[in-house]
């Protein structure tokens, strides 16, 4: 479709003998805010980086903005920023000196550049950082200061790996901001998470991958939906088990079957991953 920023068909990744992703096929609409979902190792991460020109596939081709991520890698990478799930700072060097390095790169001048940094470094809190070694910093501020470094181009595309992980309360809701922020501009997002509430209340559409394949792709709502929109919880055998229906009545009917606590409520993502995939999430795959 026209409106595709990427398409991506029938990618496979391996590593020796492990299929990380196998045959995976999704499209991204232009401005859409995606959230991709799946247990540990389920191949977000390795997706991600195919897409981004990190590392390399086997099979499959992938578009971003038109451009063959093979054949003309460099007008498909102008297009993307990236924050990696293990944070890709120069240790040493300082933060400011970071993310001078990675304006460089893409050749942003100078005003521009040293405007870009005091806007996004006020954004985050970072000032009184800028000047100290990466090492000096703990992970969260890492984070910060790797996600200044990958939107100073104005990326259309940003991948977020986790981006909110190991982040404390007050970064994880300016990040949310920030997000929503780029995402009202017009920019594309993609994210992994295992914070599904994240997915739930960020994401246009997500996807749920696992054994490297899609399993699930729609909004929400609709995935919920699909399970069917009301969850009945109960105690049964020593164990909390699961139901779902179509509406409230039905709901009701069986819940009045049921003893002791029983609790009835929308169903959310977290009951169609576990339901689709069979894992809690944050599972090993
Ligand atoms: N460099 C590598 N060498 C060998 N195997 C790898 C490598 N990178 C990933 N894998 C394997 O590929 C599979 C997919 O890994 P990936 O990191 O994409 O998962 P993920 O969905 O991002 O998981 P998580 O939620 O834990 O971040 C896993 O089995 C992993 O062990
Ligand atoms: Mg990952």
């Known amino acids: 479709m026209m409106d ?10 391996r590593f020796g003998d492990k299929t990380a992703v196998n045959g995976l096929d999704l ?6 805010l995606f959230g991709f979902l799946g247990p540990n190792g389920a191949g977000k991460t390795t997706t991600l980086r195919c897409v981004a020109t990190l590392t390399g596939f086997d099979e499959g081709t992938i578009l971003v903005g038109g451009h063959d991520v093979k054949k003309e890698p460099s007008a498909a990478k102008s297009c ?3 924050i990696q799930q293990q944070v890709s700072l120069d240790k040493d060097l300082t933060i400011r000196e970071n993310m001078i390095s990675h304006a460089m790169y893409h050749d942003i001048r100078k005003k ?6 005091a ?19 703990s992970g969260g501020w890492k984070k910060r200061a790797a996600i200044v470094c990958a939107m100073l181009h104005n990326p259309e595309v940003l991948f977020l790996d986790e981006p909110t992980s190991g982040l404390d309360i007050n970064a994880r809701r300016l990040l949310w ?8 501009e017009g920019t594309t997002i993609i994210l992994t998470t295992h914070y599904i509430e994240e997915a739930e209340s960020l994401c246009d559409r997500v996807g749920i991958i696992d054994k490297g394949k899609i399993i699930a792709l729609d909004e929400p709502r609709v995935l919920c939906d699909k399970v069917g929109s009301i ?7 020593g164990k909390t088990q699961y139901r779902y229906f179509k509406d409230r009545d039905e709901a009701n009917a069986f819940a009045s079957t049921k003893e002791g606590n029983v609790s009835i409520r929308k169903t959310n993502l977290e009951d169609v991953f576990v339901e689709l995939t069979g894992k809690s999430v944050g599972a090993q795959t």
């Open 177 to 184: 901001d920030i997000i929503r922020k780029l995402h009202a």
């Open 80 to 82: 993307m920023g990236v």
């Open 112 to 117: 521009e550049r040293e405007e870009k940094i």
């Open 119 to 137: 806007e996004l470094s006020d954004f985050f809190s970072l000032g009184e950082y800028l000047d100290k070694p990466v090492d000096s910093l």
């Open 231 to 237: 969850a009945v919880e109960f105690a049964e055998e």
């Open 27 to 32: 499209s991204i609409r232009k401005g859409e």
């Open 4 to 13: 595709d920023i990427i398409v991506i068909k029938g990618l496979v990744k």
